[in-house]
Structures are given as structure tokens and as C-alpha cells.
T-cell receptor, first 114, second 111 residues
């Protein structure tokens, strides 16, 4: 099993450009999440999905959109990148109702917006 | 406002001694708590968890303690090993399955 994979690993964008981050999981998990990690801020939830075709907002959703067209994939889109979106982005997945509810994380995508 | 707080950014411990990492939270609706470990350039990996109906959970060298009245949990690592050197994140889950993470504590175990 590959677990949770993220594409790309690194990206540099100019202000105003758009991009999509792809997350894929092969564990048949129902829940998937997108986080961003910034220095001194820990991980903050951007959006999450409780199943195929459903998404919900997390703590910091502004400036991002997501889609979950297939159960194994969760896409994070930046329509018009801003320097404030420079961060490390982590995707995670988990079973829906199975303790200990742990999330499995991908290796991260380092995004720089200039 | 940060609902999960880890007030110690870093901790150094001698190999073989006990490491104690602390975490405080503000939301009384949190019903599940987890600890994650993170190495540089990798995603966090799950370490141990505890339900709000318990006050202790043990897994090998790792024990998590929960004090609901104080809204405080701690992770004990005994004995500490150099391979435990990493950043440790505390996380809490609400009934809606949203997770809230602390800012992390960087643990260094000195050989």
C-alpha cells in the first residue's frame, strides 16, 4: 500500500496564478482532510470531506476550494494564489467511525507564492 | 483563537530518562485526543490516543494522561531514546470529527 500520496512535492507560484494539489489514498478511507502548517501555528484544517461528493469548511477555508469526485482522491485548489498561502500543505485520511480515529498523513507539499 | 495549546516549543531530555510533553485545551466539547510525531520533511504519524471517558492510555513506552477538569493532557515517554527526537503534536477532535492541532513541541533526546 502506498498510503497517502501528494502531488506535487514542491511548487513555486507567482501571485495570482492558480494550481491544484492532488491527494490520493489507497486505504479505502471515507474521511479526507487538507491542512496547512505554518511556523508557530501548528496544523490548521482548511477543508475536509466525509465521503465522495461531499466537502466541508475547516478553520481556514478562505482562498481555497476542494473537490472529492472519487473516494480515493481529494483535490485542493488555489484559484488566485497570494503570498499568505505560502505554507506546507498536508493531506490526511481516516476511517469514518473506527477508533482510535487516527489520521494518516501524506508527506506534504511545500508551496511558495512570490 | 488556538483551542489546543502546547506551551513548550522545545524540550531536551537525556537518553533513558522520562520525557513529559504537555498540552492544554479550551473546548469542553472535545471528546477524543491524539498525539502525533513528526520528523522533518515527513507527514505526522499517529502515536497514541485517548477517549475523553478515560484518564490514561498506555502503549509500550508511551502513556497519555487526561485531566478533564483541568483540560490538560500529557504524553510520557519512558525511557526516552534518541530515535524519539522529533516534533510532537497534540490534537483534539470534536463530535463533528474536526481535528484541532497544537503548535508542536520539539523533543531532543540526548545520547
Amino acid at each position: 500500500n502506498a498510503g497517502v500520496t501528494q502531488t506535487p512535492k514542491f511548487r513555486v507560484l507567482k501571485t495570482g496564478q492558480s494550481m491544484t494539489l492532488l491527494c490520493a489514498q489507497d486505504m479505502n478511507h471515507e474521511y479526507m482532510y487538507w491542512y496547512r502548517q505554518d511556523p508557530g501555528m501548528g496544523l490548521r484544517l482548511i477543508h475536509y470531506s466525509v465521503g465522495e461528493g461531499t466537502t466541508a469548511k475547516g478553520e481556514v477555508p478562505d482562498g481555497y476550494n476542494v473537490s472529492r469526485l472519487k473516494k480515493q482522491n481529494f483535490l485542493l485548489g488555489l484559484e488566485s494564489a497570494a503570498p499568505s498561502q505560502t505554507s506546507v500543505y498536508f493531506c490526511a485520511s481516516s476511517y469514518r467511525l473506527r477508533q482510535p480515529y487516527e489520521q494518516y498523513f501524506g508527506p506534504g507539499t511545500r508551496l511558495t507564492v512570490t | 483563537d488556538q483551542q489546543v495549546k502546547q506551551n513548550s516549543p522545545s524540550l531536551s531530555v537525556q537518553e533513558g530518562r522520562i520525557s513529559i510533553l504537555n498540552c492544554d485545551y479550551t473546548n469542553s466539547m472535545f471528546d477524543y485526543f491524539l498525539w502525533y510525531k513528526k520528523y522533518p520533511a515527513e507527514g505526522p504519524t499517529f502515536l497514541i490516543s485517548i477517549s475523553s471517558i478515560k484518564d490514561k492510555n498506555e502503549d509500550g513506552r508511551f502513556t497519555v494522561f487526561l485531566n478533564k477538569s483541568a483540560k490538560h493532557l500529557s504524553l510520557h515517554i519512558v525511557p526516552s531514546q534518541p530515535g524519539d527526537s522529533a516534533v510532537y503534536f497534540c490534537a483534539a477532535s470534536d463530535p463533528g470529527n474536526q481535528f484541532y492541532f497544537g503548535t508542536g513541541t520539539s523533543l531532543t533526546v540526548i545520547p
